[in-house]
């Protein structure tokens, strides 16, 4: 196996694990893990579209279309039309229930991130992250 391969299974193992532990964890959960970062992101984002999202997570408009109506419609997040002649896109804000629960849902998500790096050395931590985003240049540029 080539060092890109070894590092690129290890690099998805570890997504999966993440995934599969954040499953786990978010059982009795309404949300699937897509909708639970939708949320998360239109928390930070208080007014973003359609568009914005289906572009940071790189994902087509009918997907994104799927889980903001099942966010509306959980009452974790609410559509308002824009106001600007051009832009007929609705703004999406997180509602105080999305809010509830997306703080705990970002807190399991803390703490497998936790186990995670457990055992790791702060020094590792940061020439870790250092090396991972030299890499990830590569497709930003």
Known sequence: MSKANELNYLMRNIQINEQRLYSESTKEYPLSTS???TLGYIENNPGVNQKDLSDHFNIR?????VIIKKLVEGGYVKKEASRGSQDRS??????????????????????????ILDGLTEEEIDALIRLLTKINQKFVE
Do not use: V
């Open 61 to 65: 408009g009918a997907s994104t279309s």
């Open 90 to 115: 609705n703004k999406l804000y997180i509602t105080d229930e999305g809010l509830t629960l997306s703080h705990e849902l970002r807190g399991l998500l803390s703490n497998i991130e936790d186990t």
């Open 35 to 37: 909708q639970a970062r």
